[in-house]
């Protein structure tokens, strides 16, 4: 995934940029069919436009540069945030349910439920802190009209 932004400033080795295009979903929003699911985002706030990242070469303010995101960053993201919740919330609730036996079978399944969204929430919380995760989902500036494949096979 890739988008274009403008340097505004940089201070410290850390450029700090706004997008120059805010890309939509699949691009068939208000399309026969197409989920909104863009109008839906913005009626909750737009993403932040403006929003810094380390400098791997020199820039100036007012220079385009391309941010770059390795392919299936999003995806895992997206498994660890709600596949992750998923997977415990059901977990929790069957391993409850079979504590439980039949009488609170029904309460032993919800109190396992809200341990196992407890357990994806603390799970979730700490990931940020692992360097091979933010390794995985970190962003990257290009120059322009430069190849991202190509400046990170010269690392």
């Not at 985002?41 to 391309?66: C, N, T, Y």
């Not at 700490?126 to 500036?141: F, I, K, Q, V, Y």
Request: with cysteine.
């Amino acid at each position: 995934m890739q988008a274009r932004a403008r340097i505004l400033r940089v201070e410290n080795d850390v450029a700090w940029l706004e997008l120059a295009d805010v890309a939509g979903g699949c691009g068939r929003c208000d399309e026969p069919g197409g989920c909104r699911s863009m109008q839906l985002a913005h009626a909750f706030g737009g993403a932040e436009k403006v929003f810094a990242l380390p400098l791997s070469f020199p820039v100036k303010p007012g220079d385009q540069v391309v941010i770059s995101i390795p392919d299936g960053a999003p995806l895992t993201a997206a498994l660890a945030a709600y596949g992750l919740a998923t997977v415990l919330l059901l977990a929790g609730a069957a391993v409850g349910s079979l504590l439980g036996g039949d009488g609170r079978a029904d309460l032993y399944g919800l109190v396992g439920g809200v341990a196992g969204l407890a357990l994806a929430w603390s799970i979730n919380r700490a990931l940020p802190r692992s360097r091979n995760w933010r390794h995985r989902l970190r962003m990257e500036l290009a120059p322009e009209g430069a190849c991202v494949q190509s400046l990170q096979t010269l690392r």
